[in-house]
């Protein structure tokens, strides 16, 4: 389309410029796709972005969940502009609206007595681990196959792991210490026995278990509800810290995180994401024994800083974002967009004959190309990668944007419609149907995993 031509060239400089400056020209790892090499983002509206050719997508990806209200929710940036009308960072003392937002967050999850906030999930997530490592006094952190809680080294390894990576230690980075990696010890999600196992063997050493009540880093592996019983179990009886790290399912899934469904209730809890509908803002929450360690409280043996912790547009941004999704049926809403989504879908796959596990829970869906649904970070290597990325780079074609990375999920926002998802699940069909028909006859790739990828 000659229409076209000069945009894309013009969005190309723009990426030729940002690799010249940025590493790989993005500001996250995954950020970079593998046929997207040159999407300049121009706008985000709604359940859309738009990009600088001016194609407008509608957009399942969400910029890896935080936007449950849709892209530039109108109410919650009214309230960043009206608090920065008033308010900066002071960097001394407290603000009436930290107080008021902690109070809130404290009333609604269960395992919240007391609440610090931070600016990314993985700074949430290494407070909570030296906070464990603190009041144990113990060195092994706990965590599963296929979670992800941020970058910091503790955390960074096991995420999206090979077949053959898969049950010895898996670094997703270069330059951690081998001590790091040797003091966290990686169990298979949804394992009691395994569980029980390591318990067994080095409960007195374990100072922490850390996990995403739902996987959703590596899609959705649904938990066992004995299994969340067993991880409270096994770490109350060996006095052990249990970590909900709740980043994506804190409010997504329920007011007071998936905490609230299961009945659950983790020592600490870490929170961000949806916390603040994308504007980064995160929290440690828990036990205000355990919490009540960090070194705010003067005197207390447990350092926590950040200079931006508590900025005030970013304690607007949560509390607006709150008070929607209690004063709004946000959560009715995408819920049963989800149901919709995941019933139209398995519809489509069943038409295809296609061996499909559609997957997910509330707003987060979507489809594994294998037969059985997966327990285990072990059954996801069954997944058809190529069919996984393929019929998602078709989509593009029809303007929806799901991120074409492997075991990646979808979200969907209040801004969604129902014909949102009558065309989402239209063009799935279409895009499902040509990435079959384009596939080689014998695909070499049902069971290889791309990779050691982990969200930004
Ligand atoms: N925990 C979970 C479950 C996450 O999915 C993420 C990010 O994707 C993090 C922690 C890290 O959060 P952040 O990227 O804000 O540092």
Known sequence: MAGTAEPERQSSRVADRARAVIPGGVNSGQRCVPGLENLVVASTSGATFTDTTGRTFVDYHAAFGPPLLGHNDPDVNAAVTSALGRLDLCGVGVTAQEVELAETVAGLVPSVDKLLLTSTGSEATFHALRLARAVTGRRYIVKFQGCYHGWHDAVSLNVISRADAVGHKDPISAGILPEVIEATLVAEFNDVDGLTTLFDALGP??????????????????????????????????????????????????????????????????????????????????????????????????????????????????????AKLQDEPVLAHVHALGDQVRAGLREVCADLDIPAVVTGYGSVFLTYFMDT???????????????FIGYRNHLRDHLIFELPLNLKRNHLSYAHTESHVDQLIDATRQALTKALTNRPAVSASASTMGGIGSTP
């Open 373 to 387: 649904p997966p327990r285990t970070y072990r059954d996801l290597l069954a997944n058809d990668t190529e069919l």
């Open 205 to 322: 050493d374990i100072a922490a278990v850390i996990l995403e009540p739902i996987p959703h880093n590596v899609g959705a592996l649904l938990p066992d509800q004995a299994f969340l019983r067993a991880c409270r179990d096994l770490t109350s009886r060996h006095g052990s810290v249990l970590v909900f790290d709740e980043v994506i399912t804190g409010f997504r899934h329920h007011l007071g995180g998936y905490q609230a469904i299961s009945g659950v209730t983790p020592d600490l809890t870490t929170l961000g994401k949806s916390m603040a509908n994308g504007l980064p803002v995160a929290a440690l929450g828990g036990r205000a024994d355990l919490m009540d360690q960090l070194s705010s409280r003067p005197g207390a043996p447990v350092f926590a800083a950040g200079t931006y912790n508590g900025h005030p547009a970013m304690v607007a941004a949560a509390a607006a974002t709150i």
